[in-house]
T-cell receptor, first 116, second 112 residues
Framework: GENVEQHPSTLSVQEGDSAVIKCTYS??????FPWYKQELGKGPQLIIDIRSNVGEKKDQRIAVTLNKTAKHFSLHITETQPEDSAVYFC???????????????FGKGTLLTVNP | DAGVTQSPTHLIKTRGQQVTLRCSPKSGHDTVSWYQQALGQGPQFIFQ???????QRGNFPDRFSGHQFPNYSSELNVNALLLGDSALYLC???????????FGEGSRLTVL
């Protein structure tokens, strides 16, 4: 089955700096890669995703890159703010032809702390 | 528009007991998935329901079972609870043909 490795496990940055979280996956059939933000006591919130036919996607201060050949993808957060502090999870999934996910395999998470 | 709602939010059980957790998907979503999140870990896939049938199952024993109702809501049942079943149980729903999963806030189960 799919295996997703995520690093670093913890990341501390100063407000305004950039943060980068990296993930690798094992199953070459995986074609959907979402990123989730989980705040304490809450469920994961989808913040950005990328599909295997795209190499990069950006949404304001957040960007994700995908290297299918190397089987790795990364989350980039620029101009970090204290409210970005949370646990971030990467995940990988393969979809059927209808586009409905069967299941996500998650990394173990990265605790991001943004210091004011 | 209400998101994914789960109940109860917290519950405490003792070993050997049975528990039922409930989930209402986001409006317009027809697929429900359940995940188990142990403390300090990423969520792990339990199973997925679509058209009232279990479509895919993760590496969980038969003690974990589920159901989906005609209104797309779902239940997760766990029998013969073990201490190791203590976790946050997350329900996620998705729309047809988009794939994005939207999670609820979870049900925190503690087994004593």
């Amino acid at each position: 089955g799919e295996n997703v490795e995520q690093h670093p496990s913890t990341l501390s940055v100063q407000e305004g700096d950039s943060a980068v979280i990296k993930c690798t996956y094992s199953d070459s059939a995986s074609n959907y890669f979402p990123w989730y933000k989980q705040e304490l006591g809450k469920g994961p919130q989808l913040i950005i995703d990328i599909r295997s036919n795209v190499g990069e996607k950006k949404d304001q201060r957040i960007a994700v890159t995908l290297n299918k050949t190397a089987k790795h993808f990364s989350l980039h957060i620029t101009e970090t703010q204290p409210e970005d502090s949370a646990v971030y999870f990467c995940a990988a999934s393969s979809t059927n032809s209808g586009g409905s996910n069967y299941k996500l395999t998650f990394g173990k998470g990265t605790l991001l702390t943004v210091n004011p | 528009d209400a998101g994914v709602t789960q109940s109860p939010t917290h519950l405490i059980k003792t070993r050997g007991q049975q528990v039922t957790l409930r989930c209402s998907p986001k409006s317009g979503h027809d697929t429900v998935s359940w995940y188990q999140q142990a403390l300090g870990q990423g969520p792990q896939f339990i199973f997925q329901y679509y058209e009232e049938e279990e479509r895919q199952r993760g590496n969980f024993p038969d003690r974990f079972s589920g159901h989906q109702f005609p209104n797309y809501s779902s239940e997760l049942n766990v029998n013969a609870l073990l201490l190791g079943d203590s976790a946050l149980y997350l329900c996620a729903s998705s729309r047809p043909f988009t794939g994005e999963l939207f999670f609820g806030e979870g049900s925190r189960l503690t087994v004593l």
